[in-house]
């Protein structure tokens, strides 16, 4: 059987497109299908929708969250849930398309690999900013972390049961699905494709979200930042030293006490401004430890489609 998981958040629009462009990819491929909805908390009648569909079609469930989790909650709850021999991550608004499933099952099925994954080819209606710092996000993480990412991965990808597992063996609160998926190793093939615009509705991710979630898969995955800050203020107390020992060989030679209130001042903010950028990265990862020992459930279940659906898709 294969599981496929797809997180919705205020997705009731998209749900009946991705369900009847899904349908023929299901005949497509000789396996049984099971779909897993994930309703992370939505405030539209993405659950009503949800609902209806796990009622009237066969293999189709949902899990319904008390409250907004997030999306790596909700990839989480659809891994530990999913059934399947073979699992597939994707979205529903059909910026992964559907009918490259097919291809993808065709590959992990005869070929020796335990993940086929996907990526953009091109960034092209995405905007210029995002596009921009996206692709200097990958250039950052790859040279700082020892986990690999693939520049324009998605997190559609279908992968292997023993792939799964190790994936769910990952007990941390702090969740990077694009790390972790990199992490754990595994035999993974990519298949390229360009990029597709949003069938219905508007993305949930602004600048700012994803710029703060780019900052959790840095932090997650390198050490570095707590480095640079290390380096930076080693390098800092070296430059001051210098400047101190100057100021008072000057001073014994010339007889002439240094004088310049602006450039002290200038030097007081340079310095403080390195301690203060110190201690965001150090907090950062200390807020990291904070939430790790609490050890919160990464979400909270508060409704539950039947297991067993019988009606026909």
């Known amino acids: ?18 369900l009847k462009a899904i349908a023929p990819v299901r005949h497509q491929v000789s396996e049984p299908f099971e779909f897993i909805f994930v309703n992370d908390g939505s405030t539209d009648h993405t659950l009503s929708v949800l609902r209806k569909a796990s009622t009237d079609l066969e293999g189709v469930r949902f899990i319904s969250f008390s409250r907004n989790f ?25 910026q992964d ?26 960034r092209e209606g995405e905007p210029v900013i995002r596009s921009f710092f996206a692709e200097l996000f990958y250039k950052i993480v790859n040279k700082i972390s020892s986990t690999k990412m693939v520049d324009g991965a998605r997190d559609f990808r279908l992968m292997t049961r023993q792939m799964v597992d190790a994936i769910l063996s990952l007990t941390e609160y702090n ?17 390229a494709y360009d990029n597709v615009e949003r069938s219905t509705g508007t993305s949930k991710w602004n600048f700012w979200s994803l710029f703060s979630y ?19 203020g080693a390098l800092a107390c070296l430059f001051s030293g210098i400047a101190m020992i100057y100021i008072i060989i000057r001073t014994l030679v010339f007889g002439d006490p240094t004088s310049g209130w602006p450039s002290l001042v200038t ?14 990265i150090i907090g950062k990862y200390i807020s990291k430890i904070f939430l790790e020992t609490k050890r919160r459930p990464n979400y909270i279940i508060k409704e539950k489609s039947d297991e067993d659906t019988s009606s026909k898709w």
Not at 216 to 224: P, V
Not at 269 to 275: A, H, N, R, T, W
Request: aromatic share 10%.
């Open 175 to 191: 969740r990077f699905s694009k790390g972790l998926f990199e992490w754990v190793g595994f035999e993974t093939e990519y298949i």
């Open 267 to 280: 030097i007081v903010l340079f310095v403080g401004g390195l301690q203060l950028l110190s201690l965001g």
């Open 1 to 18: 059987m294969i599981s496929i998981i797809i997180p919705c958040y205020n997705e009731e629009e998209t749900i009946p497109f991705y």
């Open 70 to 94: 997030g999306k790596e909650a909700a990839l989480l709850a659809g891994l530990r849930e999913a059934k399947g021999d073979y699992v597939a991550v994707m979205d529903v608004d059909l």
């Open 97 to 122: 398309p559907p009918e490259l499933l097919v291809k993808m099952y065709d590959i992990i099925t005869t070929k020796n690999v335990d993940c086929v994954a996907t990526r953009r080819d091109t």
């Open 214 to 232: 780019s900052i959790d898969g840095i932090i997650n995955f390198s050490e570095m930042p707590l480095n640079i800050a290390s380096v930076m």
